[in-house]
């Protein structure tokens, strides 16, 4: 599903990943695990082609990241800070996300904003933290990725709005069969809900002055 091998990414002289060899497999929540700094965010990054590894080879569903529309809209992806447009209404995220996924489920976003009690017309930018999340993961599970990553995605949600935002990813992914990779600077994110956690980041020595 996920596989890395002698994967690097550097910033000038600072590691922000390096030497990461894993291989993540499918029909599985996995977590990535590691402390602020540790490489999560940049890993993901380079797995959904934003940005290119300096030294190693990484490949995403049998293919480099971004390689190409098709590969792009098998999989899904959720920044950490759960980037919506602010102005846009609701209805008008669904309809860019259905205007620019070719396998979008136009059934399965309207439901999902339907059982979340979000208002179609509401503009993104009055929503709560937990909303804008909420409409964020929907976006990325309607386009019906075969993989999810999903980028510290409860950070910044009080505990009531952490815990429902996991339990409907969990439910997402039961009905749904899509493989997702969840990372965390916190366990407790993920104790419940990942089922394998493996942990890459930069060598101790770099540690300190890498960046994520």
């Given at each position: 599903?996920?596989?890395?091998?002698?994967?690097?990414?550097?910033y000038?002289?600072?590691?922000?990943?390096?030497?990461c060899?894993?291989?993540?497999?499918?029909?599985?929540?996995?977590?990535?695990?590691g402390?602020?700094?540790a490489?999560?965010?940049?890993?993901?990054?380079l797995?959904?082609?934003?940005?290119?590894?300096?030294t190693?080879?990484?490949?995403?569903?049998?293919?480099?990241?971004?390689?190409?529309?098709?590969?792009?809209?098998?999989?899904?992806?959720?920044?950490?800070?759960?980037?919506?447009?602010?102005?846009?209404?609701?209805?008008?995220?669904?309809?860019?996300?259905?205007?620019?996924?070719?396998?979008?489920?136009?059934?399965?976003?309207?439901?999902?904003?339907?059982?979340?009690?979000?208002?179609?017309?509401?503009?993104?930018?009055s929503?709560?933290?937990?909303?804008?999340?909420?409409?964020?993961?929907?976006?990325?599970?309607?386009?019906?990725?075969?993989?999810?990553?999903?980028?510290?995605?409860?950070?910044?949600?009080?505990?009531?709005?952490r815990?429902?935002?996991?339990?409907?990813?969990?439910?997402?992914?039961?009905?749904?069969?899509t493989?997702?990779?969840?990372?965390?600077?916190?366990?407790?994110?993920?104790?419940?809900t990942?089922?394998?956690?493996?942990s890459?980041?930069?060598?101790?020595?770099s540690?300190?002055?890498?960046?994520?």
């Amino acid at each position: 599903m996920l596989e890395a091998g002698g994967l690097g990414k550097r910033y000038g002289r600072r590691w922000a990943v390096r030497d990461c060899t894993l291989a993540i497999p499918a029909g599985h929540v996995t977590g990535l695990v590691g402390p602020n700094g540790a490489g999560k965010s940049t890993l993901l990054n380079l797995a959904v082609g934003l940005i290119a590894p300096t030294t190693g080879t990484i490949t995403v569903l049998g293919e480099r990241p971004a390689s190409g529309p098709a590969q792009l809209a098998r999989v899904g992806f959720v920044a950490q800070d759960t980037p919506v447009y602010r102005r846009m209404s609701v209805a008008g995220h669904l309809r860019a996300g259905a205007w620019l996924n070719s396998r979008w489920d136009a059934g399965l976003a309207s439901r999902r904003i339907e059982q979340l009690g979000l208002d179609p017309r509401q503009r993104a930018g009055s929503l709560s933290g937990g909303q804008r999340a909420q409409l964020a993961l929907t976006l990325a599970v309607a386009k019906r990725p075969d993989l999810l990553l999903l980028d510290e995605p409860v950070a910044s949600l009080d505990p009531l709005a952490r815990r429902e935002f996991l339990q409907n990813l969990m439910e997402t992914v039961a009905e749904h069969g899509t493989s997702v990779v969840l990372s965390s600077h916190l366990i407790t994110d993920i104790g419940g809900t990942a089922t394998a956690a493996p942990s890459c980041g930069p060598s101790p020595s770099s540690r300190r002055s890498a960046r994520r």
